[in-house]
């Protein structure tokens, strides 16, 4: 296959999975719609109880470090979670191609960012003579996470391909 065809394919491709993509999205706005407010509002929630939690004791240098990334992960989840559900809300942009490859990213972006703050979390709650045996757990979100990554750069990297295919052809 000749380079200049083997591209035109995978423009192909690409084109067609953002078709797809935009159809699917489109099926499945309530379902993000209801995710985006689960995560809204549930993650203030838990950031509060650990607050009251950890307020009670001291916290070792691992702990506090723990809770720092709580604190980040949980804020990070909220503000992407508010946009998308901002992007939502206004439901024309959902039926653009370019606001739903915009609101796959945040989407997949906001799961990743749920991530450090469970494990974190799972590491605060539990006492710190068991935190040796959290090694597994870590170890299984950490290849969530790296798989989230890149499914998240695949995304990113579709949707720039469509962006530039899309100018070309207009």
């Known amino acids: 296959m000749e380079t200049s065809s083997r591209k035109m394919w995978y423009q192909e491709k690409v084109m067609s999975y953002w078709k797809n993509q935009n159809d699917c999205m489109e099926k499945a706005r309530g379902a993000i719609m209801v995710l985006a407010v689960y995560t809204l509002i549930i993650f203030p929630r838990m950031a509060e109880d650990f607050k009251r939690k950890v307020e009670d004791r001291t916290l070792d240098s691992s702990e506090e470090l723990a809770y720092f990334y709580f604190k980040i992960s949980t804020s990070f989840t909220f503000i992407a979670s508010l946009l998308m559900t901002l992007l939502l ?23 990743l960012s749920m991530i450090p703050g469970y494990s974190s979390s799972l590491y605060l709650v539990t006492p710190s003579q068991l935190h040796e045996r959290l090694y597994l757990s870590h170890c299984a979100l950490l290849i969530t996470a790296a798989a989230g990554a890149l ?20």
């Open 89 to 111: 809300l206004t439901g024309f942009l959902v039926k653009s191609r370019f606001c739903t490859g915009l609101l796959s990213i945040v989407y997949l972006v906001t799961l």
């Open 151 to 170: 499914v998240c750069v695949f995304q990113t990297i579709c949707f720039l391909t469509w962006l530039s295919v899309r100018e070309k052809m207009e």
